[in-house]
């Protein structure tokens, strides 16, 4: 740690109401003075999949004077360009400080709006992605992916194509033919994040149908150090995009994606896709914890 006095670390979770759900994140709402290594450090101490770090706005960015901010991500091993569960929480923190209403993120990835409500007690936060695309996977990385995560081919849903999407960070989303094969998630850490280091991912975005807007999903995620993800934002925003390209989903929906029942962590992300906008919106609720 540098020589800066140790920034005061909250501790947040994100698209649950309870602070036994969702996904945990740490939320360092002054990062001034902290270097990289610093803010590593933290995110490691902490041990949670990601954690956010606050500083001032860059010029230009734009948002009211107080509710406009630059924003960090790092998981205990690395930075990564953007991670919703981390910024649904941050928000929901500065909100409990300064009320609900519009904030501004200046991240890694591009500027993300989100807005923040509150209705008998419950604070939620919704952001809107940066510009989501979609683009296929080669059929030799396809079947590595599919060999570290130990899945036969014939259990993927074949009305789900295996694509890699990005509405911040990048996804390979992978759909199930059953919730049996969902539960069952045992894979080869190093291979898989080896695979996930040569096409730039942030998680494997693994997907069950429930129903027409319904969706049960999970986070394999060894780059960050972590072994699955409990709800994951940035994922989720880059599923949306993928179920309306490739017409899976009306251009104007709202699914919603259930998340860490099987880590014993479960959470509800909101997925908003709109005709007339090709980002995405995801929202949840969230509180502190402790």
Request: aromatic residues 6%; glycine residues 10%.
């Amino acid at each position: 740690m540098t020589t800066a006095p140790r920034p005061e670390v909250l501790r947040y979770t994100a698209f649950s109401s309870t602070p036994d759900g969702g996904n945990p994140a740490g939320v360092v709402l002054d990062a001034t003075g902290l270097d990289d290594s610093d803010m590593l450090a933290i995110a490691a101490a902490l041990g949670y999949s990601e954690s956010a770090f606050l500083t001032a706005p860059p010029e230009g960015l734009g948002g009211r004077e107080g509710r406009a901010y630059s924003i960090r991500y790092f998981s205990p091993k690395a930075e990564v360009p953007f991670c919703g569960h981390a910024t649904v929480a941050t928000a929901v923190a500065l909100a409990e400080r300064t009320g609900p209403g519009e904030l501004l993120f200046a991240t890694p990835a591009g500027t993300v709006p989100v807005e923040v409500t509150e209705r008998d007690g419950t604070v939620r936060a919704t952001l809107t992605s940066v510009e989501p695309h979609v683009e296929e996977i080669a059929g030799d990385l396809l079947d590595e992916a599919l060999a570290s995560l130990g899945w036969p081919a014939a259990d993927l849903d074949p009305a789900f194509p295996p694509r890699i999407a990005f509405a911040g960070a990048r996804h390979l989303v992978l759909a199930a033919a059953t919730r049996a094969r969902l539960a069952d998630l045992a894979y080869d850490f190093a291979r898989l994040e080896a695979l996930m280091h040569r096409l730039d991912l942030t998680t494997v975005q693994l997907v069950w149908r429930e129903s027409a807007t319904v969706f049960h999903v999970r986070d394999p995620f060894p780059v960050g150090g972590v072994v699955e993800d409990p709800a994951t934002g940035a994922a989720a925003a880059a599923f949306g995009a993928y179920a309306r390209e490739l017409g899976l989903v009306p251009e104007d929906a709202v699914l919603t994606l259930h998340q860490g029942e099987d880590l014993g962590r479960p959470g509800e992300l909101t997925v908003t896709l709109r005709a007339d906008d090709p980002r995405v919106r995801v929202g949840g609720a969230g509180t502190r914890i402790g």
